[in-house]
């Protein structure tokens, strides 16, 4: 599999991610990456928007 993934850093605003995401997906699309691993539980949704197929959503069904 093809796959970059990213992690921003930590923050209580889910659109504090949104630039590190759209950076990723830019140099996916550049590079031919076919998969997206980014986003975690308190940012998902901003992730999707950005272009994941894969996110972490870990916390929110083990707990912190």
Do not use: C
């Amino acid at each position: 599999m093809n796959a970059a993934t990213v992690l921003p850093p930590e923050s209580a605003d889910p659109e504090a991610s949104r630039p590190y995401f759209r950076r990723l997906r830019e140099l996916a699309e550049r590079h031919g990456l076919s998969e997206l691993s980014m986003g975690t539980t308190q940012d998902w949704q901003v992730a999707v928007e950005e272009g994941a197929t894969l996110i972490r959503v870990g916390s929110v069904l083990f707990g912190k």
